[in-house]
């Protein structure tokens, strides 16, 4: 069974930077790329950061850009987010999946990450 657990959430103040991490198991992702999404209350899911399989192209929602770095560790099965500069707004639980998101791939948890002004 194919699992996503994201982590690294927390509070921090407008401003700080957090590193989320999401560690993937059951099958192996180095052959896909990958995205970190985020659900803020009462929004859609978003896309925030995308990454290619070996990590040589990357792109950005446009209000992240500049401030968040997508990376990844095949050999970890994991994929980073380092967000630093970080803004009320960017307040939403966290989730990774593949980029495209995928149906057979289920959404984990998510990590919640608040930003405080």
């Known amino acids: 069974q194919v699992q996503l657990v994201e982590s690294g959430g927390g509070l921090v103040q407008a401003g700080g930077s957090l590193r989320l991490s999401c560690a993937a198991s059951?099958?192996?992702?180095?052959?896909?790329?990958m995205g970190w999404f985020r659900q803020a209350p009462g929004k859609e899911r978003e896309f925030v950061a995308g990454i290619s399989w070996n990590g040589g192209y990357t792109n950005y929602a446009g209000s992240v850009k500049g401030r968040f770095t997508i990376s990844r560790d095949n050999a970890k099965n994991t994929v980073y987010l380092q967000m630093n500069s970080l803004k009320p707004e960017d307040t939403a639980v966290y989730y990774c999946?593949?980029?495209?998101?995928?149906?057979?791939?289920?959404w984990g948890q998510g990590t919640q990450v608040t930003v405080s002004s």
């Open positions: 999946n593949t980029w495209p998101p995928s149906h057979s791939v289920d």
């Open positions: 059951g099958r192996t992702f180095s052959s896909s790329a």
